[in-house]
């Protein structure tokens, strides 16, 4: 591209952004202004009321739920560039995506490369209009790290696939309508005797039970499947070859956990502006902790390399690239560097991190409590998307060319 078609490029995507920025901040009610935390924290499942019906139903018929996606589906036909401004203007503007979910973020990607067209037009459809809440079914009580263990298995019956075993830490799956779910199909091998299937959760003999978490929330549960028959044509790809698919499905995973509402919780200012308002400043208008003040100052570098970091797969998705073993790098620094923003936080509060209800009256802000939740709540992010050492194998293999043991 020459100087000046890159220098009109530039132009064309600063209207497109001004013109995004205008539509939001025009169509977003202004009752639901102050709802951002209560969206997030009720995520998948936000609670009912007109405004809210209408501002899902403006961002459907845009189109911009799904910017990214071909409008045969729903989606709104943007290129990538495009797509990512819409995103960045939700955020700009105080407002959100009422279609954020599994189906939009993990689903989504996935069966616009490997499903058939049967299988995106009706479920990339339903997804893009906010219809139907997807649920993950990957991990399992004997396969975490180690996902290809699997145990999950499904028998050829004819006319349908008889599906039976556990999933556990299926996150939002009390409230899900579907689950995107990996079985075994061949028990004589291991990766490639797994597949990838549609499962409808009100299918007979689908059972979900709830499991309570340390930040007092129940954002995932236990799933059972006991003869739960699934239609062939809920398979997608190839029998034995899910794999592929359950691989591809991660990388768009770890690509989301940038932008998850989790890992915003709380205070979001910067550290230092909040270091001050607890901590008091010296004669220099430093931070008056000297130790806090240089873990601060260290914590605040490595944030801004990680920004760096993501910007470059950002440049990565620009080119055509989409996801890679990359998302693997940026996942585990994201992780360390959010818990320790996190603990940072919890030190500087002092006292004021100790909050948990509201039982004492003004004793704690809201702010400081969303904090304390979001520090135990963000100890999962070394777990959940393929835990540290799951991501260091990837990245010991497939980006070093390094062997088993080596």
């Known amino acids: 591209m020459n100087v000046l078609a890159e220098v009109e490029d530039t132009r064309k995507l600063e209207a497109f952004r001004e013109e995004a920025n205008a539509w939001i901040k025009a169509n977003f009610p202004e009752s639901l202004k102050s709802k951002l935390e209560e969206y997030y924290q009720n995520m998948p499942r936000y609670p009912d009321g007109a405004d809210w019906a209408l501002w899902k139903e403006r961002v459907r018929d845009k189109g911009w739920g799904t910017p990214g996606w071909p409008k045969a589906y729903g989606g709104g036909g943007l290129s990538t560039v495009e797509a990512r401004i819409v995103q960045q203007a939700f955020v700009a503007c105080g407002a959100f995506n009422p279609m954020t979910g599994m189906g939009t973020s993990l689903l989504g990607p996935t069966l616009l490369e490997h499903g058939n067209e049967e299988q995106k037009k009706l479920h990339l459809t339903r997804v893009s209009r906010g219809e139907v809440v997807w649920c993950q079914g ?28 556990q999933k556990i830490w299926t996150s939002g799956s009390r409230f899900a309508n579907w689950c995107f779910c990996l079985v075994r199909t061949d028990p004589k091998v291991k990766q490639e005797g797994i597949s990838f299937l549609l499962i409808d959760m009100k299918t007979p003999g689908v059972e979900v039970r709830p499991i309570k978490t340390i930040s007092g929330e129940s954002p995932f549960s236990e ?3 006991t003869d739960v028959k699934v239609p062939k044509e809920n398979l997608v790809g190839q029998l034995n070859k899910g794999w592929t698919i359950a691989k ?16 915003l919780a709380g205070d979001t200012r910067p550290m230092d502006e909040i270091a001050k308002e607890y901590l008091g400043v010296d004669e ?44 693997s790098v940026a996942k585990n620094a994201r992780a360390r560097i959010q818990q320790e923003r996190e603990e940072l936080l919890i030190e500087i509060f002092g006292q004021q991190g100790l909050g948990w209800g509201t039982s004492n009256g003004d004793k704690y802000k809201q702010i400081e409590l969303d904090t304390t939740r979001a520090f135990f709540s963000n100890k999962a992010m ?11 194998n990837i990245i010991a293999k497939r980006m070093l060319g390094l062997l088993d043991h080596q």
């Not at 991660?250 to 932008?259: G, H, I, V």
């Not at 931070?287 to 990680?306: G, K, T």
């Open 138 to 165: 990957y991990s399992e009580p004997g396969a975490g790290s180690d996902l290809a263990g699997l145990q999950t298995k499904a028998e050829d019956k004819g006319d349908h696939y008889l599906v039976n075993g």
């Open 382 to 392: 070394t777990i959940f998307s393929g835990t540290t050492e799951v991501q260091n």
């Open 284 to 327: 220099k208008g430093r931070i008056a902790d000297p130790d806090l003040r240089q873990r601060i100052v260290r914590h605040m570098m490595e944030f801004r390399a990680l920004k760096l970091m993501q910007q470059r797969m950002l440049d990565e998705t620009k080119a055509g690239q989409g996801p890679s073993e990359f998302t």
């Open 248 to 263: 591809r499905l991660l990388q768009f995973e770890r690509n989301a956990t940038d932008t998850r509402r989790r890992q």
């Open 223 to 225: 799933v059972f499947f």
